[in-house]
Nanobody
Framework: QVQLVESGGGLVQPGGSLRLSCAAS????????MSWVRQPPGKGLEWVSD????????YYADSVKGRFTISRDNAKNTLYLQMNSLKPEDTAVYYC??????????????WGQGTPVTVSS
């Protein structure tokens, strides 16, 4: 069965960096676009970034553009989110999500459990 397991979250100071990982299994990882979506405490879901199946096309929300980098290693069935210059407003539970096709669509059929990121002094 499809599984998405996020890891790498934690507490970091403003301006710091963190790298999130999402281990995927149960499907042909290299055939699907993947996204990172976050949910700040008490707020709704916010799309963060997307990467196509081949890893050569990426998209970012304006709020994270220039600070975050999405990548994937299809040989390892793993999705990454490198987060630099973190701000308190980046505090959220971060989820990886499987898109329903190879290119970005923004409609997800599977989600991970999430990994919490707290940016605070």
């Amino acid at each position: 069965q499809v599984q998405l397991v996020e890891s790498g979250g934690g507490l970091v100071q403003p301006g710091g960096s963190l790298r999130l990982s999402c281990a995927a299994s149960g499907f042909t990882f290299s055939s699907y676009a993947m996204s990172w979506v976050r949910q700040p405490p008490g707020k709704g879901l916010e799309w963060v970034s997307d990467i196509n199946s081949g890893g050569d096309t990426t998209y970012y929300a304006d709020s994270v553009k220039g600070r975050f980098t999405i990548s994937r290693d299809n040989a390892k069935n793993t999705l990454y989110l490198q987060m630099n210059s973190l701000k308190p407003e980046d505090t959220a539970v971060y989820y990886c999500a499987k898109d329903r096709q190879a290119a970005f669509l923004g409609r997800y059929d599977y989600w991970g459990q999430g990994t919490p990121v707290t940016v605070s002094s």
